[in-house]
Structures are given as C-alpha cells and as structure tokens.
C-alpha cells in the first residue's frame, strides 16, 4: 500500500506522516507531492492522515494497487463543477433574472436530493424560456473558466494517447466549444431548443443524464476495444456516479457527499492535476 499527499506540504507535516506510516521509501514526485511506499498499519493510520492532511488542506490518497496515468485508455470527466468552475446553467439563469430559483435546484440535483433529474433539468430550463440565445456566448466568453489544473490534465492526457471524453448534463453549446478549444475527442450533453434567436425553456431530444453518462463510457470502452480497469472518470456530482462506477478508477473533485462515498480517490482541496500525482508515473 503507497500513500501519495499532494498540497501544501512542509517538512513538519512530512515528518508527522513519515512518523505514522513507517515507509519502505519516500519518493518526493514534485515540491508539492511526495508518496510513501509500502506503509504499515493502514487500519490504526488511516483517520491520522487524514485529519493531519485536512488540517493542513492537502489532498491524500491510499493506494492499494498503483497505477500509471499512462495505463488507462480513456479519460471521461464531467463538465459543469469539474472540468469548469461554474454551472453554467445557474450563469444562464443569472441573466433570466431567476439564478437563486435555479441554483437551489441545481444544488439538489448535485446533492441527489432530486428524484428525478430530467425532471430537475427541464423545470430549471423552462425557467429559461425567452432569454436571448446570445447569452449562451457571453457566458462562455465571460464566465466560464477552466478549473485549475485542467490544461495539466488535459495535456497529459493527450500525450499519453488517451481518448477524452466530455460527458455534461448541462448544455451542448458549452460542452462543444470546449471539446473545440480544448481539443478534446467526443462530447455529449443536453441541447437547448431554440426559436428566432430565443430560448423555447425546453430541450431536443430525450435528457442526457446519469444513465446517458454510464452508457456513453460502456459504449466508448468498446469503441475503443479496452477494458473498464484501463478508464479514467473524474466528477462531483450524484449525475456522475453511475459513470463513475462504470470505471476502473474514479476521482470525486471537490464532490458532494454521495459521490465521496463512490469515488476511488478524492481531490478536496487542489486542481485536477492532483490526479497526476496520484497516478504519477
């Protein structure tokens, strides 16, 4: 078993760590990432370093069977508070005049309070209906930002030939310029109906959701005639659960509850890049 913490770290903390796991070795990856290897007592030591690392706002990750980034063939990653800072149809919402409504609605449908999330999903865009389609544009050009580490990860990625693929609950608008500016593979997400230049409140098609993000991975694992130990998925939300234990591994990014109970590793505390480190190569 390897402990790898990544953040940031000081030599006190190191020294505390070191002192509870008793490592064959210490491999320092970077100034902000260290793993011990081969630790003993994980059951006695377990909640120690995690309290140590919260304390200290580092992220942590036990692993039992290490891995290689390079290893995995396929990275499928949430949009909307993972690979970007915002939900942007709370953003949408904003300029309709109605963000506290619809974020409320969101924070359920993240929560996994909401029963139905098609449901959650079209109330929240009816609520929409009449905004001005140009909006979709500012938003992206005004507010959406990539979380950190993302180009990182991203890059890594595609130097190790792995597919990337984009999977939202959001809006195809958004997904499709960052799979252009990004240079990702495949994105899907839910498309917004749209009638002389406004927004109709509904959607085209059936609602691209949890059970849509599992199937999308299951049929990319075969596209790609690869195994479900060799994918990569990175969300925060209950719509990305099912995905996510779809997955050989899975990382829960600053993730609501219900996903931190599912998730392989978690990042509560730095950007996407933490995944490198716990997968460092």
Do not use: W
Not at 47 to 76: K, T
Not at 95 to 107: D, F
Not at 236 to 264: C, Y
Request: glycine content about 6%; overall charge negative; proline content about 1%.
């Amino acid at each position: 078993m390897n402990l790898v913490i990544s953040g940031p770290i000081d030599a006190d903390l190191t020294t505390r760590i070191t002192t509870l796991v008793h490592p064959a070795r210490t491999v320092v990856l970077h100034e902000s990432a260290i793993r011990f290897e081969d630790i003993a007592h994980l059951d006695a030591i377990r909640s120690d370093v995690q309290s140590l690392c919260d304390a200290c706002r580092v992220d942590h990750a036990f692993i039992a069977v290490p891995r290689r980034f390079s290893d995995f063939r396929l990275l499928a990653i949430d949009m909307d508070s993972t690979l970007i800072t915002i939900e942007c149809i709370n953003e949408l919402a904003d300029y309709a005049g109605v963000k506290q409504q619809v974020q409320a609605i969101t924070e359920a449908a993240m929560q996994g309070t909401t029963v139905d999330f098609a449901e959650s999903l079209r109330s929240r865009v009816q609520l929409l209906k009449g905004l001005d389609v140009d909006v979709l544009r500012r938003v992206y050009e005004e507010r959406v930002n990539l979380s950190l580490g993302a180009n990182a990860l991203i890059d890594k990625a595609k130097e190790a030939g792995m597919y990337t693929l984009l999977l939202s609950g959001g809006f195809t608008y958004f997904a499709n310029r960052l799979k252009e500016d990004l240079s990702l593979d495949s994105a899907y997400a839910n498309t917004l109906k749209v009638l002389n230049s406004k927004l109709t409140g509904s959607l085209r098609g059936t609602v691209f959701d949890a059970a849509a993000k599992e199937k999308c991975v299951l049929s990319t694992i075969e596209l790609l005639d690869t195994k479900r130990q060799n994918v990569l998925v990175i969300g925060d939300g209950a719509n990305d659960i099912a995905m996510m234990t779809a997955a050989g591994t899975s990382i829960g990014f600053h993730a609501k509850p219900l996903v931190r109970e599912q998730a392989t590793y978690l990042i509560n505390y730095g950007g996407l890049d933490v995944t490198l480190d716990f997968l460092g190569d």
